[in-house]
């Protein structure tokens, strides 16, 4: 059974994360190309491994882990930064200024609560992104077949 569920989540975490990288490439760059990173505003390809689907809070739990507002597109380095508190701050002030502050407080809220996610939420959520993803290609044709999504 633990191991259904972490072969599941690793799949959820796979489409959670090209979900985000995609949302975020269209609200900075206006196509699923480029991206720019939440914290340095660098552009990075969103196929490259340098672009990573970054938490503001670190999920204790898989609600946190894949709560949409909690994470957003990031550069590796800013991603891995995780002691300079500048950068946490202005990732603290794009969910703010994106969802509101009643949004951030949630999140940190929801950060420290222990219930567990089930299998049916786990296929729920893979069913949900891969919809969603499918949503974006066919909204905003991919260039060429080298896209590596
Ligand atoms: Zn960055």
Redesign the pocket.
Known sequence: MIDTIRKKEKKLRKVFSLYIRLRDAIATTGNITYCR??????S?RVTSWELHAGHCFQGKNLWSKYNEQNVHA??????YDTETQW?KEIHMDYIEKTYGKNVLHDIQNQYNNISEISIADINDMIHDYKQRIQNIKDTYLLPAKDDGF
């Open positions: 990173c939440v914290t340095c505003k660098r990075v990031q550069c590796m380095q800013c991603n950068k």
